[in-house]
Each structure stands twice: as structure tokens, then as C-alpha cells.
């Protein structure tokens, strides 16, 4: 039966403080590649470092050496919640599985993802097509 385990801290601040919160990120990720929906797995290791700001802000400006600042929601931080989006920037927004190609898809010149050559909308000599001719046909069809 796996524990969990929770920690709490009160930390006062004044009218106005900032609260940096910094670490590094270690774990491994499995995704979906983008061309053929296989697993690809990865190691995610990087740090991180995040400035809250906390308190009302008055019309003078403070100079702070992050360059961004974002405000604490309410009076608690989920730190769960900064890791789990701190993880999400880190993933590999188009993850590709090793050797995937777009042809293997079908979306290449000249496969099954592309015009038809019957249709008259692509150039069968260079493997190109016009997509918003297709589309205007089906605008048509309609």
C-alpha cells in the first residue's frame, strides 16, 4: 500500500514579500509520438525556478532581479501543482519515435494524406498539391 505523504509549512509574509520557489526535475515520461502514436519514452532533467510575488501591490515599483513575477494564488501554494506544470513545459511538445517519418503516416507528396492526382489539384512531377483548392472543392460539393 503505497503512503502519502504531506508537508506544511506557514511562512509569515508582510504587505508585500516574494516567495521563490526553485528546484530540478528528474523523472522519466512516456508520450504519444506525433506521426505513428507510439510510446516514446524519455528522461526529464532540468531545474526550474519560479517567483511568486505575495500581498497588494501599491503604485511604487520594487526592481526584482526575475523577470518574471507572477502573482500568489490566494494565501496557499500548491508546490505539487508548480512541479506538475513545471514538468508539462519541460515535455517534448512533438515527440517522435526513433526513425518515424511523416511518409510512414501517409501525410508525404504523393500519399494517401495528399490530393488526389484525379482531382487535377496537385503536380504529379514535383509530389506537390494545393490544399485550399481541395477544400474549395468541398466547399463546392457541399
Do not use: W
Amino acid at each position: 500500500m503505497t503512503q502519502r505523504k504531506r508537508a506544511e509549512r506557514a511562512i509569515p509574509m508582510d504587505r508585500r514579500a516574494f516567495l521563490r520557489v526553485a528546484g530540478r526535475i528528474r523523472a522519466p515520461a512516456v508520450q504519444r509520438c506525433v506521426v505513428t502514436l507510439q510510446p516514446v519514452h524519455s528522461e526529464i532533467d532540468g531545474p526550474f525556478e519560479i517567483m511568486f510575488e505575495a500581498g497588494e501591490r501599491s503604485g511604487k515599483e520594487v526592481v526584482v532581479e526575475f523577470e518574471d513575477v507572477e502573482p500568489l494564488p490566494g494565501e496557499e501554494l500548491d508546490i505539487g501543482e508548480v512541479v506538475a506544470e513545471e514538468f508539462a513545459l519541460m515535455l517534448d511538445p512533438y515527440p517522435r519515435a526513433p526513425g518515424a517519418a511523416l511518409k510512414q503516416a501517409g501525410f508525404g507528396p504523393g500519399e494517401a494524406g495528399s490530393a488526389p492526382e484525379s482531382e487535377g489539384k496537385g503536380d504529379a512531377a514535383t509530389g506537390s498539391y494545393r490544399p485550399f483548392e481541395v477544400l474549395a472543392t468541398l466547399k463546392r460539393n457541399k
